[in-house]
């Protein structure tokens, strides 16, 4: 309104009738989108935070209970458990993932022959639908049929129960995460490495320096910008695993404490036992998690982050 | 030369342990239950088993399921690309009152993880009647903050001038919208719509939770459910996972050059 009033003495008539024009379209486009994401989204946030102060089943009223939900939570083993496991979780399989990928997208920006047929193959598993993933490690993890434990034998190596051993199965679980996020990661490095300029390899190349103090000094500092990006999104998304686990280990299940994530703890919290006040608090608790993060990583980032060049 | 061999057997390797699983999958997809069972396992099935996907067809509704997946994807999908693209151009090119604050508010619910918004969600479809139908399915998933921010980055490397020139010929705003924004930004425009296709495919959570019946049951929790019945069936269930799948598969393989450049577009703006 305010920039109406100042525009108002420059402006000639018939220039304010086309601004109110502007405005009403502007107003008119955006109007569903505002509307959806106020009513699914922000709303919904919101109410979040509110209910995870209330006892509620769904269905009657929701009564309100304080720091009653938080405290529960703070002294309840299983979700203590959902916490760690989500940590330990995101801890190993984000700088697995990145790591490997990294290996891999130096190795095809050598402008190595079949690039885009290795590019395909490492993207399959990003595009396939993670529940079928999980079912299909299943299988491969089998103890007494599986392929993996098949082919350790063969080595006469130890053929664990994988995913029924509760001292091994996050780390089982952990490994085909990081098997279906690399793919994402490679073309995101990749696209990182080949924004460099070819121009300080040269220079480089031309003062004698090593291969390896070429990407000590060039290629890691340069990259950082897109590892920073990598490792921001890969945490999130990793804080939040919930298809995989629900897949290869079940829904009832003892063998579930030592993978139980808290989006799991979510799921069956409000969905199971139908305690929507519980379950919000700890998804707002999750958020809570995911905006520290995030927020650490952004106030680390000036420590190895480099945004020139 | 030594060093290209081995990057060469590095490279191999890597693709040999990202493609065996999908490998097995198909293989035990063609097994008899017999022969699934058997050690060692056989690579190669013995006898073709193709009856397997007929079974699968058989023993749960599957083609329900599949077209259930087709009218979430395509509802989300077209949605999307015209409420987003129609609230980026209004920020990429209309001046109102308010634009930035109503812009920063739209990217505030990037931050918001899936979940948090998941239990409110389910009483406010549940107010609305909607719970397991396909306006819950749906509906929600029209909206995209993620959308709108990266068509209104796109739409504002557009040369203004196109705009002048389109107004000089007494185009409207509405005629500037379609005649102008969209032809030219389709690369974002195919980004955005093979992101969301993808994302709702594979949606497992919330169909999970916004869904009772088994008619509504979307491919994701199809599969899963079918996981429950016939947990040791596994040429069966190689076979549901083969078939859910597959239409991503081979949309990625059409597709993969402007998936890898949309994303890739993600990573360079930081």
Redesign the interface.
Known sequence: ????KRQEPVLPKLKKSK?K???L???L??A???L??L???????M??FA?SFTKWN?ISTAEYVGLDNIITLLNDKSFIRSVINTVVFTIISVPLSVI?AL??SL??N?R?KGMVI????????V???????G???K??Y?T??G?IN?ILGLFGLPQPSWLFNPSISLIAVILVYV?MT???NV??????LQ?IDKMYYEAAQIDGASKIKQFFNITLPLIT??L???FITGM?SS??V??LI??MI?DSNALLEPLRTV?FG??ET??KYSQ?GM??AQ??L??LA??AV?IIQFVFQKKWVHYDG | MKL?IG??V??IF??F??????L??VS?SLKTFGE??????TIFPKEWKFENYAEVFESVNFIKYYINTIILTLGRTIAQLF??S??A???AR????F?NT?FI??L??L??????????????L?QLGWIDTFYALI??G??S?FG?FLLRQFFMGIPKELDEAATMDGCS??GI?WRIILPNSTPALIALGIFTI?AA??D??WP??MTSSENMRV??VG??AF??QYSTD?PL??A??VL??IP??I???FF?KH??SG??????R?
């Open positions: 309104m305010a920039t109406e601004i024009k502007e405005v379209w502007a107003y486009f955006i569903p989108t505002v959806g994401l009513v699914f989204y922000m709303f919904p946030a109410a979040s209910l769904g490997f290996v891999i190795l095809l050598q190595v290795y590019r395909t193959l490492y993207f399959l598993p595009v396939t639908m993670p529940v079928a993933v079912m299909v490690w299988w491969l089998n007494e049929y392929l098949y098997w690399i793919g994402n073309i995101l490095l990749l696209a990182g924004g910008p897109t920073f990006f990598v999130i804080l939040q919930f298809d629900y897949i079940g989006v979510v799921y409000g969905f929507m379950a919000s998804a707002f999750l958020f995911i905006l995030t | 290209k990057n060469h590095l490279l890597g693709a342990i990202m493609i065996v699983p999908f097995w999958m035990t699934s069972m058997q050690v060692p396992p409420l987003c129609m609230a151009f209004a920020f209309l001046r109102f009152p634009k109503i508010a739209i505030s619910v931050m918001v993880p899936p979940q948090v918004i998941l239990i409110p969600n389910y009483a406010i549940t509906v929600p029209m909206f903050a709108v705003l509405f919208y993808l495919w594979n497992f959570l999970l939770v491919l994701s599969i899963a996981q429950g596994y269930l190689m549901g996972a859910s799948t991503m598969l949309m990625f393989i993969q998936l890898i994303i890739a577009l993600q990573g360079v930081r």
